[in-house]
């Protein structure tokens, strides 16, 4: 295990979820730091220098801003001196006083009209009409249309428990109040079970226990359209060509009726006919709980609330369970909390699963009915339960389980029992044991292996098929040990390669050379490497961006040949016995100055 100071060093190395982000700056690291070390107590160019005699040098950020660098030569503080000198000959000279005393009078005269020019605009422009400035005015008490609206909700069909409407500001009250008084539609009540009634006085239950007069975007809620009309779209761009659409949408007909089929409060693209999951905007601000009238919705298929902080609850309301159709569920990155229930369990015809960011706890259910599931991410919580568990979804193309704490061993049944899986994150875990011999020949389909942070040791497997879709392989801050299998040159698109922070022996392989398509590799903290110099294969990697090999036993001088990695952004050579030449080329000394360090 790593102590707080090689974390805190590891932290600033890419991971899988800025692979996965297209090697974005990760929110909440900070200030990139690069590394390189020098024998050298004094540096000719004037670069600040730590106690080790590791370089401190400037760089500009690279063209894709990975890291977020600054420049350690604009820390300069302003002459006081000069400064002092300056005001004392202002307050000699009463004509230049008075003159810098008009010019800021008028420049804060300038401003303050600006600012009133502002707010008018801002009043005549943005404001609402009387309707909206009132945005509850069609609250009217306990009229005879609100009785017979509650009593429809609460006896009839009961959707609703009668004693929330004796609180005049709960979401049942306030959608009753609005179906009354306020919607478009004029709806009458019916005399018998109304689907279309239902499910749009749910909805607006829905809109008011997440604070929906809060919304970002209102996505066209409460309008007096047909609850299918509840949605916004933003203008295609070039980037992903199509309209978007988020709210209610691709609302399906029914017995000469729409009925909801999919709702989105967060913007995603979607092309006819099925869904494209990819991103186009940030959270909308939804504040509150789930409400259990959503369970009159039971023809939806898509729901997609994640990335709303504001959105709690201990664990998933029961109303959920009621929506048989349902294939997408998206509630990650929101505040929910407790127990994952039991029911989550038989939802069969569930396609994509993600729970991850949140605080839930306790046993991972039993999960093994959920045969159709593509996709599952319960990252990010506080998990329990043993990694067989999973073995019984054989159709997952996707699993994201890290940053829990499932125990267990990667048996090879269990390996073998995906033989789809594309993305496989278990990292931060407590795994134990060895890899299965197969487990770099049996699934030729992954694109993506993240195990690190765990407790697995014994030696990596030796068989590894020919394979052209891995392109991340992280293993590092395990217990892993022998030598590295020459056959991890298999891996023809591998980007990223982690071995850092184990127990490997011997050296680096040089049929790594042939990853001819590796940006990132990280072999560092591996002390029980025999003494070498840098290893010559690597000037057959002419796309390596980030080499860390320190802590390797590593001797000799930089050799001249690191001039062909061009596109060396980050060199981690800590501890090790390295050194500069006397001469360093033009190309060492550009490096140089793209590298930080400290201790």
């Given at each position: 295990?790593?102590?707080?100071?090689?974390?805190?060093?590891?932290?600033?190395?890419?991971?899988?979820?800025?692979?996965?982000?297209?090697?974005?700056?990760?929110?909440?690291?900070?200030?990139?730091?690069?590394?390189?070390?020098?024998?050298?107590?004094?540096?000719?160019?004037?670069?600040?220098?730590?106690?080790?005699?590791?370089?401190?040098?400037?760089?500009?950020?690279?063209?894709?801003?990975?890291?977020?660098?600054?420049?350690?030569?604009?820390?300069?503080?302003?002459?006081?001196?000069?400064?002092?000198?300056?005001?004392?000959?202002?307050?000699?000279?009463?004509?230049?006083?008075?003159?810098?005393?008009?010019?800021?009078?008028?420049?804060?005269?300038?401003?303050?009209?600006?600012?009133?020019?502002?707010?008018?605009?801002?009043?005549?422009?943005?404001?609402?009409?009387?309707?909206?400035?009132?945005?509850?005015?069609?609250?009217?008490?306990?009229?005879?249309?609100?009785?017979?609206?509650?009593?429809?909700?609460?006896?009839?069909?009961?959707?609703?428990?009668?004693?929330?409407?004796?609180?005049?500001?709960?979401?049942?009250?306030?959608?009753?109040?609005?179906?009354?008084?306020?919607?478009?539609?004029?709806?009458?009540?019916?005399?018998?079970?109304?689907?279309?009634?239902?499910?749009?006085?749910?909805?607006?239950?829905?809109?008011?226990?997440?604070?929906?007069?809060?919304?970002?975007?209102?996505?066209?809620?409460?309008?007096?359209?047909?609850?299918?009309?509840?949605?916004?779209?933003?203008?295609?761009?070039?980037?992903?060509?199509?309209?978007?659409?988020?709210?209610?949408?691709?609302?399906?007909?029914?017995?000469?009726?729409?009925?909801?089929?999919?709702?989105?409060?967060?913007?995603?693209?979607?092309?006819?006919?099925?869904?494209?999951?990819?991103?186009?905007?940030?959270?909308?601000?939804?504040?509150?709980?789930?409400?259990?009238?959503?369970?009159?919705l039971e023809g939806i298929e898509y729901l997609n609330l994640e990335s709303n902080e504001g959105l709690t609850g201990s664990s998933l309301p029961k109303g959920l369970s009621e929506l048989t159709s349902l294939t997408h569920l998206q509630l990650r990155k929101c505040s929910l909390y407790g127990k994952i229930p039991t029911w989550i369990g038989q939802m069969t015809d569930l396609r994509y699963l993600s729970l991850g960011s949140n605080d839930f706890s306790g046993f991972v259910p039993h999960l093994e009915s959920l045969v159709a599931l593509e996709f599952l991410g319960l990252d990010d919580n506080t998990l329990s339960g043993n990694i067989q568990l999973f073995q019984p979804l054989s159709g997952l193309k996707s699993l994201y389980l890290d940053h829990n704490y499932l125990s267990g061993t990667i048996s090879e049944d269990l390996w073998l029992s995906w033989p789809n899986l594309k993305e496989l994150s278990i990292s931060d875990c407590v795994l134990t044991g060895r890899l299965p011999s197969t487990f770099f020949s049996g699934l030729n389909n992954l694109e993506v292996i993240d195990l690190h942070h765990n407790e697995m040791d014994g030696p990596l497997p030796d068989e590894v098929d020919f394979n052209t879709n891995l392109q991340y392989l992280g293993l590092h801050e395990n217990t892993f040990s022998g030598t590295v299998p020459q056959a991890l040159s298999n891996f023809k698109s591998l980007k990223h390669l982690d071995l850092s922070t184990n127990r490997f022996t011997s050296t680096l392989p040089h049929s790594l050379g042939q990853l001819t398509a590796l940006e990132y590799l990280s072999a560092g903290k591996n002390e029980e490497f025999l003494p070498q110099e840098m290893p010559s294969f690597l000037m057959s990697l002419p796309t390596l961006r980030c080499l860390s090999l320190d802590r390797n036993n590593l001797t000799g001088n930089i050799p001249s040949w690191i001039d062909v990695l061009s596109n060396l952004e980050v060199l981690d050579l800590r501890k090790s016995k390295e050194t500069f030449p006397p001469d360093p080329s033009p190309s060492v000394r550009s490096i140089l100055r793209l590298l930080f360090s400290s201790q």
């Open positions: 295990m790593m102590t707080d100071e090689e974390q805190d060093e590891h932290n600033q190395l890419p991971d899988v979820e800025e692979y996965k982000a297209g090697i974005g700056h990760r929110e909440g690291k900070g200030p990139a730091r690069k590394f390189i070390s020098s024998t050298a107590n004094n540096d000719p160019e004037g670069h600040r220098m730590d106690p080790d005699g590791i370089v401190l040098a400037e760089e500009s950020s690279p063209p894709d801003q990975r890291h977020e660098l600054y420049d350690s030569t604009s820390n300069r503080r302003p002459d006081k001196t000069n400064f002092g000198h300056m005001e004392v000959e202002q307050r000699r000279d009463p004509d230049l006083v008075a003159e810098k005393r008009k010019s800021v009078f008028w420049k804060v005269w300038t401003v303050s009209v600006v600012l009133i020019i502002v707010i008018i605009v801002t009043i005549v422009l943005v404001l609402p009409d009387d309707e909206k400035l009132d945005f509850y005015h069609w609250i009217h008490g306990d009229t005879e249309a609100y009785i017979a609206v509650r009593d429809y909700v609460t006896n009839l069909a009961q959707l609703s428990e009668p004693d929330v409407f004796g609180n005049k500001t709960s979401p049942q009250y306030l959608a009753a109040q609005w179906i009354a008084h306020g919607d478009g539609m004029h709806l009458s009540v019916p005399e018998s079970r109304d689907r279309v009634f239902e499910q749009r006085y749910a909805l607006v239950v829905f809109y008011f226990s997440l604070g929906g007069p809060g919304w970002t975007s209102q996505l066209n809620f409460l309008s007096g359209a047909h609850v299918c009309a509840w949605f916004e779209e933003s203008p295609s761009t070039e980037i992903y060509g199509n309209d978007v659409l988020y709210g209610v949408h691709k609302c399906t007909t029914r017995d000469d009726e729409m009925y909801p089929h999919s709702m989105s409060l967060r913007k995603w693209k979607i092309s006819v006919g099925r869904f494209r999951l990819l991103v186009e905007a940030s959270h909308n601000g939804l504040v509150g709980t789930i409400p259990n009238e959503i369970s009159v």
